[in-house]
């Protein structure tokens, strides 16, 4: 996901002000950069899951391996008092990545339908499984410190929006203790390491998949009145899919259609007889999403029959099971976590940002009935001097899911253990 923050002056400002943060403990740097070389595919996470599972052993904590696919879940036990929940995903992304690291991945794996593909933690996941495990060790060294059951979970194909469901329906929340807070970090591509960003309320969005088969009668391109083109019916439903957002939501309402693919025809002269179209649709709210997957459906019934297509030629729309819920930050816990993490990191370093469009299905812990309050913050991870010199030059830094995203792996992870364990700790103790 490419993230926009509306902040870069506050930003710009922590970034000088930041100087030089202190450094994470070098077996965490170690860790890091042996998750990095060795990334897996979604669903496929099994070794991944396995090396940190072990560690999660030796701390003491009960560790259930191939949950809800190639999931982990660890339990802490720690006299009585709240349930913490800290989740990281563990999944990579195939790319081929282009970091010039020393420990940048060069891994080729089989994935699922047999191809074989390049791998990368290109969406800073090994960033969130180091801080995940930095996070675990220091809990467990203060646990004179803090009482409670602290569950940690490594979970599955974040990146295809199935893993938190794949656990949740295996029975997470049934099989082991229910949490009274969920929390979760994500790295930042446009933040500097050494700073926090967080938002209440919705911070990611509703992410759906569509579909649609745009079928007609083809023929010779010099007679077209003799076919039903569905390259022009295609283009039309392009464009009639423009003014769902512009024209049906209200304009307080966020909401993204974007046709990201369509295929069709085969040769100059030749009127085909099918189109395919891909679509990505991004909402906050419930019944924005429904209401904007009815238009579709109604645009593509509609005007396929408007065309002039027989019922058995009509659009056919199918909306794919990759959705991924919106993450909404409980308010109240959002600024209780922030005033934790800024007497961790300080409190310059910990700036409220704007939600954004992109997906992280982490939202789905904090939507199973009853609710679960739950916080998701953003983890800066460029190197602050990069992050200053940018933003000074008008340079676009790389993206999550560039092949040259390289977080600042040292100050990041610092960072991140402190606001997950300052965090977590104040939960536990009634504090924030």
Not at 10 to 36: F, N
Not at 199 to 214: E, H, K, Q, R, W
């Amino acid at each position: 996901m490419k993230l926009i923050l509306l902040k870069s002056a506050t930003l710009i400002a922590a970034a000088l002000a930041i100087g030089a943060p202190a450094q994470a403990a070098e077996p965490l740097i170690d860790l890091y950069k042996t998750l990095h070389a060795n990334p897996e595919l979604s669903h496929m996470e099994s070794e991944t899951s396995k090396m940190l599972g072990a560690e999660l052993e030796t701390l003491g904590f009960d560790v259930t391996y191939e949950f809800g696919s190639t999931g982990t879940v660890a339990v802490f036990k720690n006299g009585d008092g709240p349930t913490v929940l800290i989740r990281a995903d563990m999944d990579a992304l195939p790319v081929t990545e282009a970091t010039g690291a020393s420990y940048a991945s060069t891994k080729i794996m089989e994935d699922h339908n047999g191809n074989m593909q390049p791998v990368m933690h290109a969406c800073g996941h090994d960033i969130h499984m180091t801080v995940f495990m930095g996070t675990a060790r220091d809990l467990i060294a203060r646990k004179a410190e803090w009482s409670g059951t602290l569950v940690m979970i490594l979970q599955p194909a974040e990146e295809l929006g199935q893993g938190a469901r794949a656990m949740i329906g295996a029975g997470l929340f049934d099989k082991f203790p229910r949490p009274d807070y969920n929390l979760a970090l994500h790295t930042n591509s446009a933040m500097p390491a050494g700073t926090v960003g967080y938002t209440p309320g919705y911070a990611l969005a509703n992410v759906d998949s569509v579909d649609i088969t745009v079928r007609g009668i083809g023929g010779h391109g010099a007679y077209p009145n003799t076919t039903k083109d569905p390259i022009v019916l295609a283009a039309q439903l392009i464009q009639g899919f423009q003014t769902i957002v512009s024209r049906e939501i209200s304009p307080t309402q966020p909401a993204v259609v974007t046709v990201g693919s369509i295929h069709g025809g085969t040769k100059h002269n030749i009127i085909g007889d099918e189109v395919k179209m891909q679509l990505t649709l991004r909402s906050y709210s419930p019944e924005v999403r429904q209401q904007t997957l009815a238009a579709i459906r109604r645009m593509a019934d509609g005007m396929g029959r408007a065309y002039g297509l027989p019922e058995d030629k009509l659009p056919i729309v199918i909306h794919q099971d990759e959705f991924t819920p919106a993450a909404f930050n409980n308010p109240a816990l959002s600024e209780r976590a922030a005033n934790l993490i800024a007497g961790a990191i300080g409190e310059k370093n910990v700036i409220k940002v704007d939600p954004v469009m992109g997906g992280e299905d982490f939202g789905e812990f904090g939507q199973v009935e009853p609710k679960i309050p739950s916080f998701i913050y953003w983890l800066g991870a460029v190197a602050p001097a990069d992050y200053a010199a940018a933003k000074a030059s008008g340079a676009t830094l790389p993206s999550l899911h560039s092949p040259t995203f390289l977080p600042d792996a040292a100050p990041t992870i610092d960072t991140g253990v402190k606001a997950m364990s300052a965090s977590a700790l104040g939960l536990f103790n009634g504090q924030g």
